[in-house]
């Protein structure tokens, strides 16, 4: 089983910047693909920032030049900074894991960004 803790979720102001983090522990091995999404209310969830099966890294247009996915992969530790925050950011994120024909997912971490 793997378990996915998101942090560093909060609220903060427009043109603001956090930074979420997600460790992933449990029965891993080699090297699984982590990434984010994000819900809006009464929404599906959405692409943030993952990579891609050619090793590249996929972006969500809204947040292309602001948020920046980055990976300590000894430790199995996705970050997601996230710059120049803007209202519109404001959903819950969530950590994805997939690990061969598995996926798993973090609880989700609120990030609120007021104008």
């Known amino acids: 089983q793997v378990q996915l803790v998101e942090s560093g979720g909060g609220l903060v102001q427009a043109g603001g910047s956090l930074r979420l983090s997600c460790a992933a522990s449990?029965?891993?091995?080699?090297?699984?693909?982590m990434g984010w999404y994000r819900q809006f209310p009464g929404k599906q969830r959405e692409l943030v920032a993952a990579p891609t099966r050619g090793g590249g890294t996929s972006y969500a247009d809204s947040v292309k030049g602001r948020f920046t996915i980055s990976r300590d992969i000894a430790e199995n530790v996705v970050y997601l900074q996230m710059n120049t925050l803007k209202p519109d950011d404001t959903a819950v994120y969530f950590c994805?894991?997939?690990?061969?024909?598995?996926?798993?997912w973090g609880q989700g971490t609120q990030v609120t960004v007021s104008s």
């Open positions: 449990g029965s891993i091995f080699g090297r699984p693909a």
């Open positions: 994805n894991l997939i690990w061969g024909n598995r996926e798993y």
